[in-house]
């Protein structure tokens, strides 16, 4: 979990602890999610908008985005639009986890998760980063973020509109912004 706003440093004191919890399968008491509506998940929030790129063509992804937004919306919160822009930064950095063997928001070469989306010409005043290591599934990989305050806080962050997402040797990693 990485978040950049005024709450920076705060976040960034428990980013190790969040990103080794999901890749433990570690779990915390966390507070009930909130009130719950019945609003059915848009599935047209969950394909890519385009802007040039390749559109996100995997099952497990958009599996991912629309169990995201059911967390979202049972929350009472708005669905989240997945971006092909977002999701090639989010692609770029699972790749690069996985042929590089690391695992980490920052890049070996010291890029931050905001480097790379300004890097890439996207524009926010929040984003945050939510990575994890191991689940072989969509409902594996929300089900760690979210027995993380973390985690859980970028998922349910009401300032966040738009999410990328990527995934690579079950590297998995989700780009959040306004």
Not at 51 to 69: F, H, K, Q, R
Not at 79 to 94: C, K, N
């Amino acid at each position: 979990m990485m978040l950049a706003n005024q709450s920076l440093r705060f976040f960034t004191s428990i980013l190790l602890l969040a990103s080794s919890a999901c890749a433990s399968g570690g779990s915390s008491n966390l507070p009930s999610a909130g009130s719950s509506v019945t609003r059915e998940p848009s599935s047209a929030v969950c394909e890519a908008t385009q802007t040039g790129l390749e559109p996100i063509d995997s099952a497990e992804l958009i599996e991912l985005c629309l169990l995201v937004n059911q967390t979202r919306q049972a929350a009472g919160l708005q669905p989240l639009t997945l971006e092909a822009r977002r999701s090639h930064v989010a692609q770029l950095h699972a790749g690069d986890m996985a042929s590089q063997n690391f695992f980490s928001h920052n890049s070996l070469d010291g890029r931050t998760p905001f480097d790379r989306l300004t890097d890439a010409g996207i524009r926010y005043m929040t984003a945050g980063e939510n990575i994890a290591l191991g689940q072989s599934s969509a409902a594996s990989v929300l089900n760690s973020w979210m027995r993380s305050e973390g985690h859980r806080a970028n998922i349910l962050n009401p300032q966040f509109k738009r999410l990328g997402l990527g995934a690579d040797s079950q590297r998995w990693v989700q780009v959040f912004t306004d």
